[in-house]
């Protein structure tokens, strides 16, 4: 997704709506599969001397679930802005900014999202939580074992 900044003037902006191949996520397809092409919609201002590019771009991915390790679906729509100060090449590729934008939007851990009744909607497992416990999770016998271990200088 490419603009010219000569065409563009302080009183004419810039549309810009473009389907862009999810190849350029770069997924490794380990966790995570682009399932459809990446839909782009963006306006670029000019201020003065720099240019203002705002607009969104959503696509949809299959993500690993990191509790029950099955693919499921998960939208992406990622908010666009971004300013490209002065000096302007002659072209200038939103692609990357965009691919960035839409990868800032994933989760570090994705999960599928329970029923009210604790169960996966993929698998049918049911999950507990966790019980809280105001206890430490670590015992005074760990520190003592690791006073063992230091070194002698």
Same mark, same amino acid.
């Given at each position: 997704?490419?603009?010219?900044?000569?065409?563009?003037?302080?009183?004419?902006?810039?549309?810009?709506?473009?389907?862009?191949?999810?190849?350029?996520?770069?997924?490794?397809?380990?966790s995570a599969k682009a399932l459809k092409?990446?839909?782009?919609?963006?306006?670029?201002?000019?201020?003065?001397?720099?240019?203002?590019?705002?607009?969104?771009?959503?696509?949809?991915?299959s993500l690993l679930c990191g509790?029950?390790?099955?693919?499921?679906?998960?939208?992406?729509?990622?908010?666009?802005?971004?300013?490209?100060?002065?000096?302007?090449?002659?072209?200038?590729?939103?692609?990357?900014?965009?691919?960035?934008?839409?990868?800032?939007?994933?989760?570090?851990?994705?999960?599928?999202?329970?029923?009210?009744?604790?169960?996966?909607?993929?698998?049918?497992?049911?999950?507990?939580?966790?019980?809280?416990?105001? +206890?430490?999770?670590?015992?005074?016998?760990?520190?003592?074992?690791?006073?063992?271990?230091?070194?002698? +200088?």
């Amino acid at each position: 997704m490419n603009f010219l900044p000569a065409l563009i003037t302080v009183e004419h902006h810039l549309e810009l709506k473009e389907e862009i191949p999810s190849e350029i996520l770069g997924l490794g397809e380990a966790s995570a599969k682009a399932l459809k092409p990446i839909l782009a919609e963006v306006t670029v201002q000019k201020e003065e001397e720099d240019f203002l590019v705002t607009g969104w771009a959503q696509t949809s991915l299959s993500l690993l679930c990191g509790r029950c390790a099955e693919w499921m679906p998960w939208p992406v729509r990622a908010r666009v802005e971004h300013l490209f100060e002065a000096p302007h090449a002659n072209s200038i590729d939103l692609t990357p900014f965009i691919r960035e934008d839409i990868l800032l939007e994933l989760p570090l851990n994705a999960v599928c999202r329970l029923g009210a009744d604790g169960r996966c909607p993929v698998t049918g497992e049911f999950y507990q939580p966790r019980p809280e416990s105001s +206890d430490s999770l670590v015992s005074e016998g760990v520190w003592d074992a690791l006073s063992k271990l230091k070194t002698k +200088d």
